[in-house]
């Protein structure tokens, strides 16, 4: 069974149409990257999904149910510019944060949930920084801590919003350990991703977007250089062949 | 109780409820929002005398609660339409505003409630407005509602922290774990507006500004973590408002603006001397290296 599926999703930003009849569906254990230029929809398809922002048309299903039903099972990673990083908190702090849907209204959180964020901060070689306000902390190391906060939630399937943008080397491979990990347990993850270079070498599935789904498949069969053209268009073609 | 000790008590009151709610505001960044609510509670204050034909504080803090979440409304709708924040906000306060001038203008037009009381408070007429409580005693009804503000204010944060603190930080992934991002939002300006419309009476809507805006922006020099932040907000809050008093009849001026002056001036020290953002130890860190 399918653990997403997306049916004609459509949806459109400030009366700009950024996503036409988007389906595709992603089976569980799978790593797929999310690969298109800019504007082609990307973050905006990850926001639709989780119902973060509107849609126009179509439907989307977890786990053959509803978003609602399923929200425990389903965690995401934002982009990292997208908070402030000198808000007043230190790194296991937002770690916890992860789990603030579990604690429960009315509730605090306790020892066993910072226990919980401790160790997913350790996972990702960040424990150390555990009281570091989060200014403090290199871009590399805030996306480790944001990595953190999505393995604490303990999903089934995660969205990740760009998580490889703008990392040290170390991060990167830390980064992609602990994704080939969750894989390996079954996990399924789908990863806006940037870089067309490690796409074969990272992720086992690809979804070419530009505004709608240009192909979507296993890498080898799909990341093919037609492929990859017709997603960036005429832009990419120069620079290719200018590199090669 | 001493003259003196309502006032202090009352405008300690203030800087304690307007500190605490003002640390989130300035964490959401929603410093404007403060200076729209504290003017368009004013509509909300007038029609609720107009309905009542009485100037009770009660029926003016649902007033003010409804005219709070209209501007809040408001603002998000243009803004969502494609009119920009800062505009949105500058367009439904000022309109509202506006309508409430006229208003007192026009329909009410006495002397317990005109512009100029609006605008800048009387903190020194609370403590002749006094209400009996059976097992207390006399009691300015104005000291009195500023009691049980503060008690909600502080209710609510304990019983919202954290959905306050990922909402400011995160509101994606709190939307995306389950949180009411809206609901909460809202639950938020309600707060803004009672504090608001509580501190009114003793420093008038340009003042209460100051009051949310000033000691929060402070208190976020000194420390890296909320707790602390909302402590030492509250605290700049007090000092304020005290040392604003003591200023005010130094100088035998006007109580709200020294009051609003006190804020600037903790704002100015903290700017100045704290550990981490002061531009002192800046300087020292320079020459150091």
């Known amino acids: 069974m399918a653990v997403l599926t997306v049916n004609d999703l459509t949806a459109s930003y400030r009366k700009n149409k950024v996503l036409n009849d988007v389906s595709f569906n ?42 609602n039903k399923m929200k425990t099972r389903v965690g995401y990673v934002p982009q990292r510019g997208s908070v402030d990083w000198d808000f007043p908190t230190d790194a296991l702090d937002v770690v916890l944060m992860g789990l ?48 953190a906060r999505a393995l604490v939630q303990e999903a089934d399937l995660y969205f990740m919003d760009e998580p490889l943008a703008g990392v040290d080397a170390a991060t990167e491979q830390a980064i992609m350990t602990i994704l080939n990990e969750l894989r390996m347990k079954g996990k399924t993850v789908m990863v806006v991703h940037h870089d067309l270079q490690t796409v074969e070498d990272y992720f086992d599935h690809v979804l070419l977007l530009n505004r709608t789904v240009v192909a979507h498949g296993v890498t080898k069969d799909v990341f093919t250089k037609d492929n990859v053209y017709q997603t960036y268009g005429g832009t990419l073609r120069y620079m290719m062949e200018a590199t090669t | 109780m001493s003259y003196t000790a309502w006032i202090l008590l009352t405008a300690s009151l203030v800087g304690l409820s307007c500190g605490l709610m003002g640390v989130f505001l300035i964490l959401r960044r929603m410093a404007m929002m403060a200076d729209a609510i504290s003017h368009s509670v004013l509509i909300g204050i007038v029609s609720a005398y107009l309905i009542t034909r009485e100037l009770s504080g009660w029926h003016m803090m649902v007033g003010g609660i409804i005219a709070g979440l209209l501007t809040a409304v408001l603002v998000q709708w243009f803004n969502s339409r494609g009119v920009q924040q800062d505009a949105s906000i500058g367009v439904v306060f000022t309109t509202l505003f506006a309508i409430g001038v006229i208003m007192i ?69 709190a939307a995306s774990i389950g949180i009411p991002v809206a609901l909460m939002h809202y639950l938020f300006m309600s707060l803004v507006s009672i504090t608001t419309v509580a501190a009114f009476d003793a420093v008038g809507a340009i003042m209460v500004v100051a009051m949310l805006i000033t000691p929060a922006a402070a208190a976020y020099l000194w420390t890296d973590r909320l707790s602390i932040m909302l402590i030492l907000s509250g605290t700049f809050g007090v000092i304020s408002a005290i040392g604003g008093y003591y200023i005010a009849v130094f100088l035998d001026t006007s109580i709200s603006g020294s009051m609003a002056f006190a804020t600037g001036i903790v704002f100015m020290i903290s700017f100045l001397c704290s550990p981490k953002h002061g531009v002192l130890a800046q300087h020292f860190r320079t020459v150091k290296m």
Do not use: C
Request: hydrophobic letters at 45%; a positive charge; charged letters at 20%.
């Open chain 1, 100 to 147: 603030y849907g579990r604690v429960g209204w009315l509730k605090w959180p306790k020892r066993e949930h910072r226990e919980k964020a401790m160790d997913s901060l350790e996972k990702m070689g960040m424990a150390d920084y555990a009281g570091r306000q989060i200014s403090q902390l290199s871009g590399g190391q805030q996306q480790r801590v944001f990595l």
């Open chain 1, 26 to 67: 992603v089976q569980p254990g799978s790593l797929t990257s999310i690969v298109g230029p800019n504007g082609a929809g990307k973050s905006t398809l990850l926001k639709v999904m989780l119902e973060l922002h509107p849609k126009l048309s179509g439907d989307v299903s977890f786990f053959g149910s509803t978003l």
């Open chain 2, 105 to 173: 203008a026009t329909q009410v037009g006495n002397a317990h409630l005109d512009v100029k009381h609006a605008l800048m408070g009387e903190i020194t007429f609370v403590p002749w407005d006094l209400i009996q409580l059976s097992w207390f005693g006399a009691i300015p009804e104005a000291t009195l509602i500023l009691i049980i503000v503060l008690i909600i204010v502080v209710i609510a944060i304990l019983a919202f922290y954290k959905e306050w603190k990922i909402t400011s930080f995160d509101p994606m992934l």
